[in-house]
């Protein structure tokens, strides 16, 4: 067994925050050794938590056509690798899904990250993975994070949750998909077609 079926098999029978999650854990993601892209996400939601399948849902729909995925690539664990800030449904609040809790990430994110090397382009969704992966959120809005993505390092992107919630915000910013997005579809398909195609 690898280090990392190993660790992943750990993981997904973790119970550390089953006191504070609304429903039993269910710890839901998808990572491979292979893996050149990475989805670095915020937490399951309730449709995701029931079916075990990350971004099985209207996100999930979205994320894929802004990212120009099939779903047999996007689920393809050899490629692409789905490692959320926490790992089960956090609850829902007044204003949409609870944030991810920190203890997930402090537990596993860092162990996991660890035996992925050959990740070439890391996908940020969400101000919570934001906080993980780029810039403070307490001195940037998510919106400044998405539109600086020229000064980026390019094996880096920033996006917003591809949540129906965010319908307004992408009406009132129409240059993320004219000019963010085709660079997005870009970087994901070099990336992707690099990917050898015999791993396993």
Not at 40 to 58: E, L, N, T
Not at 128 to 145: E, I, Q, V
């Amino acid at each position: 067994m690898t280090a990392l079926s190993d660790l992943l098999r750990q993981l997904r029978a973790c119970t550390a925050c089953a006191a504070d999650l609304p429903l039993p854990p269910r710890p839901v993601l998808q990572a491979h050794g292979s893996a050149r892209l990475l989805l670095a996400s915020q937490a399951p939601g309730r449709k995701v938590h029931a079916s075990g399948i990350p971004f099985d849902d209207a996100s999930g729909e979205r994320l894929r056509s802004w990212l120009g995925l099939s779903s047999a690539t996007f689920y393809d664990a050899r490629k692409v690798a789905i490692v959320p800030m926490a790992f089960c449904f956090p609850g829902t609040g007044t204003a949409g899904d609870l944030p991810p809790p920190p203890l997930c990430a402090r537990l596993w994110r860092a162990r996991v990250l660890a035996l992925l090397p050959r990740i070439e382009l890391t996908i940020v969704i969400g101000r919570h993975a934001l906080a993980w992966h780029g810039d403070d959120p307490r001195r940037t809005t998510l919106s400044a994070a998405v539109h600086r993505w020229r000064e980026r390092d390019p094996r880096l992107v920033v996006l917003p949750h591809p949540s129906p919630r965010n319908n307004r915000w992408l009406m009132r910013n129409p240059w993320f998909e004219a000019e963010v997005l085709p660079v997005v579809r870009s970087r994901v398909a070099a990336v992707l077609a690099a990917a050898p195609h015999e791993a396993r």
